[in-house]
């Protein structure tokens, strides 16, 4: 009972944080008035920059440690978002799901689990090479679309050791290995108040990346790094480009000095 009673909280956790995600934060949010993604999903997203960005639609596997005996939990997530500032596309649907749409103060996005579903999930999409089809029927300047992205498959982080120690001075190099060969987006953050992040995407799935002294300034005490191996799709329709992006999110928290 204990156990479930985790996975529901982590799985509200997962939600709050949708609807709380900081532009400052996010990596699908740089300083760059062209993007027209704000990310909701509560878990970095690629970042696709540009007049001509559409849209986005992803499928996120977001695996998280449970109890220090037990396997890690993982979720898996749906988020999309189109036009400027998010409008309502009509219905939205990924291997046959349908995404719940949000509203607030105009802005319209679409997500699995949502605040008004916290416990709602995707049937049939898994991340183990497979296809992950998207179907939008339309609406408000966004046309009638489809298509798909395949996803990738399951990796490890293996360093730095959960709850490691990290000296600053000597920067961060952050490893994994495992899993189909996919872009890497390696983000770091400050679990204090000051919510400093740095994050590297596009990266060769080289299996490590190093942070360095100076990008790490200001951040210390507790962090949370995560590892996000995606593939992406963009799909072309009525003069826009839509991406669709399916990812696998693991991440560890270490101590900066």
């Known amino acids: 009972m204990e156990k479930i009673k985790y996975v529901i909280s982590m799985l509200l956790v997962v939600v709050l944080l949708a609807s709380c995600s900081d532009k400052k934060n996010n990596p699908t949010e740089p300083d760059n008035t062209d993007n027209t993604i704000q990310n909701k999903s509560g878990q970095p997203i690629p970042a696709f920059e540009g007049t001509n960005v559409g849209g986005v639609m992803a ?5 998280f440690a449970s109890f220090p005996s037990l396997p890690p939990v993982s979720i898996t997530m749906g988020f999309s978002q189109f036009g400027d500032k998010g409008v309502d596309a009509g219905v939205v649907t990924v291997n046959g799901s ?3 749409k ?4 105009g802005y319209t996005y679409y997500m699995v689990p949502d605040p008004s579903n ?3 999930t995707l049937s049939n999409v898994y991340f183990d090479g497979s296809a992950h089809n998207w179907s939008v029927s339309g609406g408000n300047g966004v046309p ?3 298509g798909g992205v395949t996803s990738p498959t399951s990796y490890d982080i293996i360093a730095p050791a959960s709850n ?3 000296s600053a001075a000597s920067g961060l190099t952050v490893s994994w290995n ?3 060969s996919s872009k890497v987006l390696v983000y770091l953050i400050s679990l204090s108040s000051s919510g400093k992040a740095v994050f590297s995407q596009d990266l060769a799935d080289d299996g490590s990346h190093t942070f360095s002294a100076s990008e790490m300034a200001g951040i210390t005490g507790q962090v949370m790094i995560q590892v996000v191996k995606y593939k992406y799709n963009e799909i072309a329709s009525g003069g826009k480009s839509y991406y669709a992006v399916a990812e696998i999110v693991k991440s560890v928290n270490a101590t900066i000095q």
């Open 59 to 63: 499928t996120i596997s977001y695996e």
């Open 98 to 100: 349908s995404l719940g």
């Open 102 to 105: 949000i509203t607030q103060s």
């Open 118 to 120: 916290p416990l709602g």
């Open 144 to 146: 009638a679309l489809s």
């Open 164 to 166: 490691a120690t990290v």
């Open 178 to 180: 495992g899993g189909s």
